[in-house]
């Protein structure tokens, strides 16, 4: 199945929340649209509501960050619909102190998803219903797969051959 | 102490693993118990956090596959395979017929080897030893099988962006048919050790329930989907390489307890036999990697007896291969569910971002709705059940 512009993953979506796309692209055959922050769960809902879409599987949340870029974060979603069987990505951007509505109320799944990214690029989901780290020790400094974290760590005790801070 | 005294049970947190035989691996749970009655059980993981996105994004692209063989390190050839379609999907190519059929039969071995672990750790968390014993001596087959194709047993490092590192030998070919052949009269004697065994039977069924609807909702894949009814594979789905040429059908439980997490894996383990069976009798001839010199090594023969192939091979492994500007998602069905690679591409040759959609990491969320309100010994089914592999939970 090709993506073409009138397919309903790009028309659909289009047709109903026209402002709060910025943009769409299909790049080797995967649909994804930059949508605004405060349209997010509005969209959300609709893509897992409505019938012909039914996106009721969460498959991953991504950070991606683009440090120096401004604004510097993006969440990244890839939905997939079991019964519809087609994939759909979604992505928003923010900036460094800025936080971004949680999902956990549509898919459940999304917890710990959304615990990772906090942990690994600092990004801060509200609504989230514990929002700790999940990897990283609870007293961690930094977050780790930001690009302004050193790949060998900051030095310390533990670790005589990181980075001086 | 007189007989009216109460006997008030107190609530304690108990700490199971991370150093525990039933956690297969390092998994650390806290568990609020209430007598032997847990009220809520939360997984506390990362104590195999090796930050494999990190080092990838200061990889080149083809140094980055022996890293994913440590992923899920009980299937490497599955996370080869999501990773080398993930970056194929970013290059636009496609591999040799020759290739694809090569790694079918790859990935499904590996899947039976997997299950055959699950399986028996299993038995032997539930107290059936002989059952660990028994999927052994057939691992140890694959495993075999796997030192024939590649060399390796565990850390596989097999596939390449475009093909296979090596081809399939005769031999190889031989002695993997004796084995899919003889695997389901295997898996039956394990059937008759486990499946009427009442022991086996009270410790599984009706333990650990999820129902579709929440199975879904909590992003759950793989067997654990499919026990809760779900008939939903992506090898059928979103057929990948030539698992659409092949007959083979998707078991699916009813109840989404322990039980049918269980007997799905056991006929999955038939099925991936009789996919290896049709792949290996169809293998078309050809080459196992694509004609693309500027990503594929040259074949180790012509780099010993070739100048240009040397200096083609040097230029290559230290230089790597730029990979177009853009993002790419790409999952296939590994034996514990869905597993995703989703890359950006700057244009380097190295990923910009990296991300792992592990199967286990999402998995290990059913923990506390499954175990809330079971008891203690419970605990050790759900968590076999869920099989987690934590190189690949905690990346």
Known sequence: MTIDPDSILIKNIKEKFGQSILDTVVFRNEATHLVKKDSLIEICNFLKDDPALQFNFLSDIAGADYFPKKPRFEVVYHLYSIPKKHRLRLKVTIGEDETVPSVTSIWKGADWAERETYDMFGIAFEGHPNLKRIYMPEEWEGFPLRKDYPLKGYKDRYNPLGEEK | MTNTEEVITKEITLNMGPQHPSTHGVLHLLLDIKGENIIKAYPDIGYLHRGTEKIAENLLYHQFVPYTDRLDY???????????????????????????????????????????????????DLGAMTVLLYAFREREMVLDLFEMLCGARMTLNYLRVGGARYDIQPAFKEKCLEFVNMLPARINDYEQLLTENRIWLKRNKAVGVISAEDAINLGMSGPIVRGAGVKWDIRKDEPYLVYDRFDFDIPVGENGDCFDRYTVRMEEMRQAAKIVRQALEQLPDGKPCIDMPDVVLPPRRDIETNMEELIHHFKLISHGFKVPKGEAYSAIESPKGELGFYIVSDGSERPFRLKIRAPSFVNLQAINPMCKGAYLADVIAVVSSLDPVFGEADK
């Open chain 2, 74 to 124: 009980m299937s490497a050839m599955s996370n080869n395979l999501a990773y080398v379609q993930a970056v194929e999907k970013l290059l636009g190519i496609e591999v040799t017929e020759r290739a694809k059929y090569i790694r079918v039969a790859a990935a499904e071995l590996s899947r039976i080897a997997s299950h055959l672990l699950c399986i028996g750790a299993w038995a032997l």
